[in-house]
């Protein structure tokens, strides 16, 4: 072989591993991106709840804390927590998150949502005025009470808890009204009571417990409630918290809560889980009349399952990339890093196999002679004394030659050496013949 054809035979080796390494290196970095999905959404939606609802009044500062990182948060208003739970199970609704009411989800009817933690306590209120309560709900009958749009969670857990303690329905005129229209009516007297679920911080809210013309009803039997209905707490609104100067409400009341989860869909990007928790933790994370600081959000999985997200995120915090960087330059640099996966999973392998393949081929170009040079020999073996050999010449001076043509870098030109003594070897035993 001249220096041509070891050149050529070279470059065919060279291309066939530089053509293998390419195709098994886009193989894997396309079934990387398969099943990683490396790209956040820009736009995301999510459901809320009515005007002047809990949920409505903290959806805004979610938005307003996204927009910082380049997301857009759209809100779609709701009737409550069973329109945003009916919502986030329907994929074209195009809904990735919303807040879920304790008690209406399970995982079994929901498996394609997870939970980011529970945010905050929902207390049911209960205002009236104008009637009284000192025996019962029999005060209200015939009367007009609010008990929230089709579609909420106040509406559901009413209905519920009317059922469990025997009542009719038709005992009064239940209202779909929303908190914010319900607590107007109720303080202009058009109406003779309200029941909302929705947290302390609702306008509405503090503004009926500071009515002086307005009651709360305090639930008797709460343990009962809570041992009947896990998903509820019991909290204790305290005298005069409502207005100190007029002592609003003036005894302490008891109410029974069940707690808001942030609720996602499972294919919800994981940095836009890891956005809507940095998010939770500023919003809700400080003290509140029923809660510490620090309490929430909290790693309760009251209805649906913690999102794998989510655990990582309680148990470590923010991801180390998102701690130091901004958001989407921490992303563009986590997409690098997990390219980079498949990239040295190809690469590396093929690194430290590539030498001894190569290896593998000089040798195996210097063995295929020896491989005839034994054929020779053993062929010489079988001839008689008085036979000619002369043809056997030829044959070696042919090996010899193509020997001597023979190209292989230095590393393997002792092998060479050895054929060529090992042919002078054979040369002296046909002579001798």
Do not use: C
Not at 36 to 64: F, H, I, K, Q, W
Not at 115 to 142: A, I, K, M, N, Q
Not at 284 to 309: C, R, V, W, Y
């Amino acid at each position: 072989m001249d220096e041509t054809e070891f050149t050529r035979v070279h470059r065919r080796y060279v291309v066939i591993g530089s053509v293998a390494a390419a195709v098994l290196l886009v193989a894997a970095v396309a079934i990387t991106l398969a099943i990683v999905n490396p790209t956040p959404p820009r736009t995301v939606v999510m459901t809320t709840g009515s005007a002047g609802s809990a949920y409505s009044e903290v959806a805004d500062r979610y938005r307003e804390i996204l927009a910082r990182d380049g997301v857009e948060l759209r809100l779609m208003p709701s009737a409550g927590a069973v329109e945003n739970l009916n919502r986030l199970n329907d994929p074209r609704s195009n809904v990735s998150v919303g807040f879920v009411q304790g008690g209406i989800a399970n995982e079994k009817k929901s498996p394609e949502l997870v939970s980011l933690g529970t945010v905050f306590y929902e207390p049911l209120w209960f205002f009236y005025r104008d009637v009284h309560l000192e025996l019962g709900l029999g005060g209200l009958r015939g009367k007009r009470i609010s008990i929230g749009p089709e579609g909420s969670g106040t509406r559901a857990l009413t209905l519920e808890l009317l059922a469990r303690n025997g009542i009719d329905p038709t005992f009064a005129e239940l209202l779909p009204l929303t908190p914010e229209i319900s607590g107007e009516k109720l303080l202009r007297g058009e109406i003779q009571a309200a029941i909302m679920l929705t947290s302390w911080d609702s306008p509405v809210v503090r503004k009926l417990v500071a009515a002086p013309d307005v009651n709360l009803v305090s639930f008797p039997r709460t343990d009962a409630y809570v041992a009947l209905y896990p998903f509820l707490n019991k909290l204790v609104l305290p005298t005069g918290v409502g207005d100190l100067a007029t002592n609003r409400p003036p005894k302490d009341v008891t109410l029974i809560a069940p707690k808001a989860s942030l609720v996602v869909r499972r294919d919800l990007h994981p940095a836009i889980q890891y956005l809507l928790l940095n998010a939770a933790s500023d919003i809700h994370g400080g003290p509140g009349i029923f809660n510490k600081a620090g309490q929430f959000p909290a790693a309760e999985a009251t209805d649906l399952p913690l999102s794998e997200s989510a655990r990582q995120y309680y148990k470590s915090g923010r991801p180390f990339l998102q701690r130091y960087l901004p958001f989407w330059l921490a992303v563009l640099v986590g997409q690098l890093l997990i390219l980079a996966i498949p990239v040295v999973g190809v690469l590396y392998p093929m690194l430290r196999l590539a030498p001894a393949a190569y290896g593998w081929s000089m040798r195996r170009r210097i063995f295929r002679l020896y491989g005839q040079l034994k054929f020779l020999e053993l062929e010489l073996e079988h001839r008689r004394p008085e036979q000619d050999v002369a043809d056997l010449a030829g044959k070696l001076d042919r090996l010899e030659a193509r020997a001597n043509h023979l190209r292989v870098p230095a590393a393997f030109a002792h092998m060479l050496y050895t054929l060529r003594m090992h042919i002078s070897l054979v040369r002296a035993r046909i002579e001798k013949r």
